[in-house]
């Protein structure tokens, strides 16, 4: 049993906080959100995502949840979850993690050597540019890195079941410590150095990426050629070198990773001098994608709902989702839809306060005040909806969920 702190309760800090108090670590969250700390001393999750709430009150004897920075005493590992957005130039902005190391030499008196784990993507070279911050001010830590690999909708799940665990470090005392505390979780583990386990994750990310620009493009050829999709995905996915994940055709990928991480990726290949073909094509790709509903319902006349606004179910996250950049096509052909999500609205509202919609309801709403429907997002409440539901309107399936949908992606008109 470790003795660690958890530094940011955002999806990543608390989902890998939680996975090791379960594997009895004494785990501390130190947030400077005062508001997200009370919440979750309550049990209430600060987000949502299945099974966190439980797990909060499971490990509840495990965990510590604090904004008192006296904390960076009592133990010495650091797992850095706090947001490292990235800058115009490509570059990590590191003032939070800089933030975090101000408050560990004004907080920690203990002089004893500690690890400072980098839960956060970041480009290439940047857990080496956190080393020498912390050398420039003196401090007795050591930089690792450990990249994050869960997804929404299932992030704890993931957390306590990761496929693998990255470890990237500069030295065996490193090593050792990461492979004692994660050596219960019965997952492959890989050290590497700081450079690789950097580049795991954008390989990873922009892999999966690839996947679905690839199985989207074939959908666009198949509906112009009279194949179905879903059977030429069906075909391909008995090969064990293709695999069957990841190949759902539909209007593009969102998210908090795959936009992000493929454009960065592409431009740190630009700043290394080295040429970015593929990454590049996998990003226009999808933002051609991410307009295919809109593009296919703006031939007809008439209202327009939609139903999902979040990037995919089982989350309330609505950052780069195609609903934003399919309203906005809309909007500008003079459109306002009526829409709804069952856990998305708050924050589409919060993000997009320029995008012109109607909020409904519910999906019955959504129905009977349009003529054109678009499926965005395919929550199961919608995949329950049958034929009957949508009377006689237009609909137009983002995510090939409707066999009699008017417009398909992948399949394209109703014969
Ligand atoms: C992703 C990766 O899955 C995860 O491994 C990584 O660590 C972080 O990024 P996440 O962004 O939560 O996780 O969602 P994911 O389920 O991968 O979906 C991303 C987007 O791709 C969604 O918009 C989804 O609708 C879309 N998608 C996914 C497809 O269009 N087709 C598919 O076959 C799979």
Not at 40 to 55: H, T, V, Y
Not at 152 to 160: E, I, P, V, Y
Not at 208 to 219: G, H, R, T, W
């Amino acid at each position: 049993m470790a003795k660690l702190t958890i530094i940011g309760t955002g999806y990543v800090g608390l989902t890998t906080g939680l996975a090791l108090a379960k594997h009895k670590n004494k785990v501390t969250f130190l947030d400077v959100d005062q508001n997200k700390i009370d919440m979750l001393r309550n049990g209430k999750a600060p987000f949502f995502e299945e099974g966190i709430s439980e797990a909060i009150s499971n490990y509840e004897q495990f965990t510590t949840y604090t904004v008192d920075k006296d904390v960076y005493n009592d133990s010495d590992i650091f797992f850095v979850a706090v947001p490292t957005p990235e800058k115009e130039d490509g570059s990590s902005e590191l003032k939070y993690v800089n933030a975090v190391l101000d408050d560990i030499s004004k907080y920690r008196v203990n002089k004893d050597k500690f690890l400072l784990i980098i839960k956060s993507t970041v480009p290439v070279g940047t857990n080496k540019k956190i080393q020498d911050l912390l050398n420039s001010k003196d401090l007795n830590g050591e930089v690792a890195s450990n990249p994050e690999f869960l997804s929404q909708g299932t992030a704890l799940w993931d957390s306590l079941n990761p496929h693998r665990i990255i470890f990237g470090v500069q030295t065996k005392w490193a090593k050792d410590i990461l492979e004692s505390l994660f050596a219960s979780f019965g997952s492959p583990m890989i050290v590497m150095n700081l450079e690789s386990a950097e580049l795991v994750k954008y390989a990873s990310n922009a892999f999966q990426a690839l996947k679905i620009s690839f199985i989207n493009e074939m959908a666009n050829i198949s509906e112009s050629t009279g194949a179905n999709i879903g059977d030429v995905a069906a075909g391909m996915s008995y090969d064990p070198v293709i695999g069957n994940k990841f190949l759902r055709s539909g209007i593009g990928y969102g998210g908090s990773c795959f936009p992000k991480d493929t454009k960065s990726l592409a431009k740190q290949a630009k700043n290394a001098g080295v040429n970015s073909f593929i990454t590049d094509a996998i990003i226009k790709t999808n933002e051609s994608q991410v307009l295919r509903l809109s593009t296919e319902v703006l031939k007809y006349e008439g209202r327009v709902g939609i139903l999902g606004l979040t990037f995919k179910p089982g989350t309330d996250d609505t950052r780069e989702t195609p609903a934003h950049y399919i309203i906005k096509e809309l909007n500008k052909n003079g459109i306002v839809p009526i829409v709804y999500d069952p856990k998305g609205q708050d924050m589409y509202k919060r993000m997009f306060e320029d995008d012109r919609v109607i909020f409904a309801k519910d999906a019955r709403d959504v129905i009977a005040s349009s003529d054109n429907i678009l499926l965005v997002t395919e929550w199961q409440e919608f995949k329950d909806l049958k034929e009957k539901d949508f009377e006689d309107k237009k609909v137009f399936d983002g995510r090939r969920i409707y066999d009699f949908a008017f417009y398909q992606i992948g399949r394209g008109y109703k014969a």
